[in-house]
T-cell receptor, first 112, second 114 residues
Framework: RKEVEQDPGPFNVPEGATVAFNCTYSNSASQSFFWYRQDCRKEPKLLMSVYSSGNEDGRFTAQLNRASQYISLLIRDSKLSDSATYLCVVNMGPGGGNKLTFGTGTQLKVEL | EAGVVQSPRYKIIEKKQPVAFWCNPISGHNTLYWYLQNLGQGPELLIRYENEEAVDDSQLPKDRFSAERLKGVDSTLKIQPAELGDSAVYLC????????????FGPGTRLTVT
């Protein structure tokens, strides 16, 4: 089982749609969680951290379910500019050397 | 504020040749990372430095890869000799301290081994 798993997509959605991505992780001792965004042929950039209570940043909502070991990202009112690959990132905790492990990414294409 | 700087941006070499990548992290960032990213995959950690000390190099193929971070600032990653399978994007990232802090990535070096 991969340490961090994501559906690679692509998710093709019309502008204005709501889209959700899920990510599962294998290490129950994982400490912290993030969503990164990566545009085509660009470097990854932090989109948002994921907190236990869930958190929102404008049109983006991130949630964490520790019991089921999954993280979600919800994008409301999709824009063309949201088209990118979204990487789920997990800090594996002390048992994993406290290193960040990236998922393979979920590709989103927002269309007119 | 300047971001993470990497050079070169692109490199094409023949197999068995050596190659080196350079990274200058964000000023004040103690932690520096080298990642490898293949097409359609997420970045995979090669090595992590805390200041000048390599604290995690478990994923670095030490038979052909080496890295250094002299004086705890700039870093170089070297491959010698390069193999066809080394073709990938090599990303450098830095953070204030450790993995719980936001990592800032450089633009990467796209390596093609022919």
């Amino acid at each position: 089982r991969k340490e961090v798993e994501q559906d690679p997509g692509p998710f093709n959605v019309p502008e204005g749609a709501t889209v959700a991505f899920n990510c599962t992780y294998s290490n129950s001792a994982s400490q912290s969680f993030f969503w990164y965004r990566q545009d085509c042929r660009k470097e990854p950039k932090l989109l948002m951290s994921v907190y236990s209570s869930g958190n929102e940043d404008g049109r983006f909502t991130a949630q964490l379910n520790r019991a089921s070991q999954y993280i979600s990202l919800l994008i409301r009112d999709s824009k063309l500019s949201d088209s990118a690959t979204y990487l789920c990132v997990v800090n594996m905790g002390p048992g994993g050397g406290n290193k960040l492990t990236f998922g393979t990414g979920t590709q989103l294409k927002v269309e007119l | 504020e300047a971001g993470v700087v990497q050079s070169p941006r692109y490199k094409i070499i023949e197999k068995k040749q050596p190659v080196a990548f350079w990274c200058n992290p964000i000023s004040g960032h103690n932690t520096l990372y080298w990642y490898l990213q293949n097409l359609g995959q997420g970045p995979e950690l090669l090595i992590r430095y805390e200041n000048e000390e390599a604290v995690d190099d478990s994923q670095l193929p030490k038979d052909r890869f080496s890295a250094e971070r002299l004086k705890g600032v700039d870093s170089t990653l070297k491959i010698q000799p390069a193999e066809l399978g080394d073709s990938a994007v090599y990303l450098c990232a830095s953070s204030l301290q450790g993995d719980s802090y936001e990592q800032y990535f450089g633009p990467g070096t796209r390596l093609t081994v022919t």
